[in-house]
Each structure stands twice: as C-alpha cells, then as structure tokens.
C-alpha cells in the first residue's frame, strides 16, 4: 500500500477520534452543568445560578434546561417579567424530556401569563393541562376563572360544573359556581352552592360574604349578619363584610349599632377615601346621624362626598334640602330637639292652630294628636268634631302610599278632617290625591311659618 494513503488514513482517523472524544467530554460535562445548575437554583443561589446559566448558553443557545432553570432563578430573584421570556423560550423548544416537567412547567407560565395580563395565554396553558391532568379539578376551575373574566359566564359555569364532577368536594369550584349565580340573580341555586363550599371547608370565608348578601336580600337579617362576622375574617373582604352589617344594622332600624360597624369601616380605611366602599359606608353613616338626629354629623358625612363626588346617590339634594338648618335654628331644633320637647312643641302647635288636644299617641318618626276647636263665646255648646294631626320629623319626602295610609287611619275612626304636617315635603302625587279629601298637607315652609308663631306666642305669654 502507498505509504501516503496510510499517513493519510492514520490522520483522518486519529481526528474523527479526536472529534468523538471531544464530543463526549461534552456530552458528559453538559448534563453535570445542568446538575451544577440545578442545585444553585434550588439552594437558592440566585446570582450564581443566572451566571451559570448564561454560560451554559452561550454555547448551547438551545438549551431548553438551562432555559428553564434560567426562567426559575429569575423568579426566584423578583425577576417575573424576565422570567417569562426564558419560559416562552422553552414553550418554543418544547422539550420535556429532561428536568423540565410539561405539567409543571404549564402551570408556573400560565401563572406568569395571568400576571402580566396576558389571559388568553394563560387560558390556552390551563386548556392543555386538563388534556395531560384531566384527573386535576383545579385545571377545570381555571379555566372557567378566566372565561368568567372574558364575561362568558355560561363556559364559565360548564368548566366548574366538569372541575365539581372530577371531585364534588372541590370547595372552591363550588363557590365560584355559588359566586356566578348570585351575580346572575339566580340567589336560590347560589345559596346551595355557597353553602356547599363553606360545609367542605369552613375556612372559605369570601363564600360567606355572598352567602351574607343571599341571606339579606332576602330579608333574614339575622343569618346575613352572622355570614357576615364570619367574612370579616378574610382580611380582603372585611372592609366589605363592616359595610354590609352596617347596612343590616340600619334595615333594622338598629341605628347605634349600625353607626358602630360603619365607623369601624370608615377607620380602617380611611386612606382610600374614593373607593366605591368607602364612599358607601360614609352615605350609610350619614344614614344613621339623620335618622338619629344628628344633623351635624350627617352634613359633614355628606359634604366628603360631595367633595369627592357630586353625583354620589342624593347627596347634593340633601345638602340643599338642610342647608337651610344653618339659618333657622326653629326647624333645626324641632328635627333634633329631645322627645320630652318634640311633645311640648307638638302641643304648641296645636295651640296655634286654636286646637283643644284630647288624644297624644307617640311614634317613631313624630307623633298623633286627636283634637277639637277651641270653644270659645257663644260658639262653647257648638258639637266640635275632632280633627287628626299627624306630625311628622323626617327626612324622606312624604310620597303617595303614606298619605292614603294616612287618610283610611282617618276613615276607620270616623274622623273627617286631618292635617298632615311634616319637617320635609311632599310629592306632586300626595297633593294631588288631597284635592279632593279631607286633609290639608304642611310642608316644611309652614312648618316653619307655625314654629315662628309658636315662639310668638311663648314670647307674649311671658
């Protein structure tokens, strides 16, 4: 043989050896790389392990572990944003042959997808993992979350109702479903689902706020307040869980323990005077100072609101309708004044419309006075027929269905002129069903012309 063909076949030969042995140096040293670099990652040697990483793929830029682990030392480091373009990477690689597990892989990017925003991303990773984990009820309940955020309620409803029959005592699928009915007035199947979450874990406490709201539209005060206490105990639905006994509180007419739970509201969070919460639990604060007579305090509840929102509920028509306190201390004081006083003024005022009182029958809002005229010269024998005073202190404009009450009380008792007197005003509705009947309606403006004549009158007597 030419010895030129043998040198040359010896080189060729001793090269592709060199070749083969270089590449299984590699090969052997690439895995206890990975190896190096998992355990930094897992002892939590975040800088370490970036380092280690970037190394690793500078060389093998298509390393889908060394990706991975990268992704993982990111989020371990606060890194989330960068964390995610290292896991896209090994979704574009989508090689899970190694440490990598698809499973939980699809779980920590759908996370990620779900932070930044990106729900149709994370939709299409919970999709696939109820085909590679259909035994998993937690993928079903995902994915409906985020069809309920796209407002397609009914998918939404099917996914949990899949997740529920892959495992009935998943509680959290049974207080989304719970959840999606209330919101859709459906309050009957709602209760059961909620109830249902909170008997398989009674620690579910956000399912007894909506248990809470079922239980008072449906006017079980009682219930809805103890579902209530107990979501207090979810620190974000304690702000909302205050409000809602309060608001229980104030059904009730309950007014000083309403006031308790409102200002407890108003002081945890008095930092966020905006929000929609807070905003509500000052209007139903300002609720109890009227309804207890406290003017005071309601005006400045209202005048907060109005400083944040003009719109908000009446308010602007309630400081309109009491800024006139301010001016004229007659009307102020017959709304706030004691109950022992209200009846001495109550009395006065009958006077001043030359009454004779027989009958004082004390209510919630006022007071009733059956009462004669006056007898006076030759007109002492005359047959006085008695008359009906209904006097009423207020807030609310006195509407349509009060009047009628008003005038049937009249015609069970005979009486056949009565005279409804009010600290507000009435409804075009009210005076005009009185045009044709027996009563004469007192608005606030002579209301006042009555309490003026009223101090006259104590004046010239003293």
């Known amino acids: 043989m030419n010895t030129g ?48 990483a970037k190394q690793i793929l500078a060389k093998d830029p298509r390393n889908s572990e060394a990706h991975y682990l990268l992704g993982m030392a990111y989020a371990q480091d606060g890194k989330n944003e960068l964390a995610l373009m290292e ?17 939980t892989f699809r779980k920590d990017i759908a996370a990620l997808f779900i932070q930044f925003g990106q729900e149709e991303e994370a939709l299409k990773e919970y999709l696939l993992l ?3 984990e259909p035994y998993e009820p937690s993928h079903y309940y995902n994915v409906g979350r985020l069809l309920e955020t796209r407002n397609k309620g ?19 699928s049974w207080f989304a479903l719970g959840q999606l009915m209330y919101k859709a007035k459906q309050n009957a199947e709602a209760g059961n689902a909620l109830q249902k979450a909170i008997k398989l874990r009674p620690d579910n406490y956000k399912a007894y706020f909506y248990l809470g709201r079922i239980l008072k539209d449906a006017r079980n005060f009682a219930g809805a307040l103890s579902a209530f206490e107990n979501a207090q105990k979810d620190p974000d639905f304690k702000l909302k869980a205050l409000i809602e006994r309060g608001a229980c509180f104030l059904a009730t007419k309950n007014y000083s323990r ?75 004081d017959f709304i706030t004044e004691s109950q022992e006083n209200f009846e001495k003024t109550c009395k006065r005022l009958a006077e001043v419309m030359d009454l004779t009182i027989t009958d004082y029958v004390t209510m919630d809002e006022g007071c ?12 002492r024998n005359t047959r006085k027929f008695p008359k009906i005073l209904l006097i009423l202190r207020t807030p609310d404009t006195i509407d349509l269905p009060r009047v ?59």
Not at 92 to 98: A, K, L, T, V, Y
Request: proline fraction near 2%; charged fraction near 30%; charge should be positive.
């Open 258 to 332: 309403a006031q308790n739970e409102l200002e407890r509201a108003i002081k945890i969070s008095e930092e966020d005077a905006k929000s929609p919460e807070m905003m509500h639990a000052r209007y139903f604060l300002s609720v109890c100072y009227e309804r207890t007579r406290n003017l005071d305090k309601a005006i400045e509840q209202w005048e907060l609101l109005y400083a944040q929102k003009r719109t908000f509920r009446d308010v602007a028509e309630k400081l309109s309708q009491y800024q006139e306190l301010r001016g004229d201390d007659r009307i102020k």
């Open 368 to 379: 009733q006075i059956t009462a004669i005229e006056r007898s006076t010269g030759q007109w």
């Open 5 to 52: 063909i043998v040198v040359l076949l010896i080189v060729v030969s001793t090269g592709l050896l060199g070749i083969l042995i270089l590449f299984l140096i590699k090969s052997l040293a690439a895995p206890r790389k990975i190896g190096a670099l998992q355990d930094q990652v897992k002892q939590g040697k975040v800088n370490q392990a970036i380092r280690s």
């Open 87 to 103: 896991y896209k990477t090994v979704n574009q690689i989508s090689d899970f042959s190694g440490i990598c597990k698809e499973t």
């Open 154 to 172: 009914e998918q939404a409803a099917g996914y949990y109702r899949k997740a529920l029959e892959v495992n009935p005592r998943f509680s959290d």
């Open 130 to 132: 109820t085909k590679l």
């Open 404 to 462: 009628r009450s008003f005038h049937e009380q009249m015609k069970k008792t005979g009486i056949t002129r009565g005279y409804f007197i009010s600290s507000s005003n009435f409804t075009r509705s009210a005076y005009e069903f009185t045009e044709s009947r027996p009563i004469d309606l007192v608005p606030r403006e002579k209301l006042q012309e009555m309490l003026k004549q009223s101090e006259q009158m104590d004046k010239e007597e003293n």
